[in-house]
């Protein structure tokens, strides 16, 4: 489900700013309406209540940042570059957390940008400049995705018993404010210009935003880490499938080799474990 995230944003003939608003629009709907028949709502303390604004600070920036990259380097490469979230992660926890890693994770880095290079060329001046902001974006995404997970796992672990529709509705919520704020400023349109689009974008938001992270968090405290990391580089290997298949990606055996190496690199970074000092 996720793995059509970039293939749905793809399909979509909006900004990507305005494809992010009603990925989350439509999912805090979805949500409101879980949490209510759930009878889960409750009130929300002021501590948990900024950490749920700087989570959907993030998110919004992430969404913002990968459906741009998306429209320039494609759905492949762009949700690719998303997962290099992992060496951000880990930065983090050295450098704020006092955590140390195993060697492989340090191992997996180099190759990881090894991968890159296959995939998208190694001349790098020789690509056109909206194919290497499409990267930097890429690589943004992967930065602010990070802040996302860091503030989301803060408000799981401060408030255990909080229903997971319920902080996903909020987040969802604020997350299409930023956005709005933020089309409102570049102006943006707000309109969905066809029933194509709706079903485009109703479609991003049911099964991605909603239906496939509920199912991840849920079966993620049931499995091992490393089998969870596996299984999750199913969404950057089939997004860039999709983007051959769907989209006619130009890609070589080269190109095969740089996403194996790269993928190879991100499950190695998963699942060489943080430890603490």
């Known amino acids: 489900m996720i793995s059509f995230s970039a293939v749905w944003v793809k399909m979509s003939d909006v900004p990507p700013a305005t494809s992010g608003l009603y990925r989350v629009f439509f999912g805090f709907l979805i949500l ?7 009878k889960e709502m409750r009130t929300v303390k002021r501590r948990e209540a900024i950490l749920i604004t700087v989570c959907s600070f993030f998110f919004a920036l992430d969404l913002f940042f990968w459906h741009k990259s998306i429209l320039f380097i494609g759905p492949g490469l762009a949700t690719v570059l998303s997962n290099f979230q992992v060496f951000i992660l880990a930065a983090v926890g050295i450098l704020f957390f006092s955590e140390q890693i195993r060697p492989r994770f340090l191992f997996s880095i180099p ?18 400049q909206n194919y290497r902001t499409g990267i ?3 690589l943004l995404t992967a930065a602010c995705y990070s802040g996302f997970l860091l503030s989301l796992q803060k408000i799981q672990r401060d408030e255990r018993r909080s229903s997971l529709f319920f902080t996903l509705m909020l987040i969802s919520f604020i997350t299409a404010i930023f956005l709005a704020l933020g089309m409102a400023v570049y102006d943006d349109p707000f309109t969905i210009p066809d029933l194509h689009n709706l079903y485009t974008l109703l479609a991003l938001a049911l099964f991605s935003q909603v239906l496939g992270w509920i199912l991840i968090a849920n079966s993620m405290p049931k499995i091992r880490t ?7 580089l199913l969404q950057p290997a089939l997004s860039f499938v999709w983007d051959v298949l769907f989209f006619s990606r130009p890609t070589d055996l080269t190109n095969w ?6 993928l190879t690199a991100i499950y190695m970074g998963v699942t060489g474990k943080l430890k603490k000092l």
């Not at 190759?111 to 056109?128: H, K, T």
């Not at 490393?226 to 999750?232: A, C, D, E, Q």
């Not at 080799?257 to 790269?262: D, F, K």
């Open 32 to 38: 409101f309406i879980a949490t209510f028949l759930k």
């Open 111 to 128: 190759v990881a940008f090894s991968g890159l290079f296959l995939i998208v060329g190694i001349d790098w001046s020789g690509l056109e």
């Open 136 to 138: 930097y974006l890429g």
């Open 226 to 232: 490393s089998l969870t990391g596996f299984i999750l």
């Open 257 to 262: 080799l740089g996403v194996a190496i790269t």
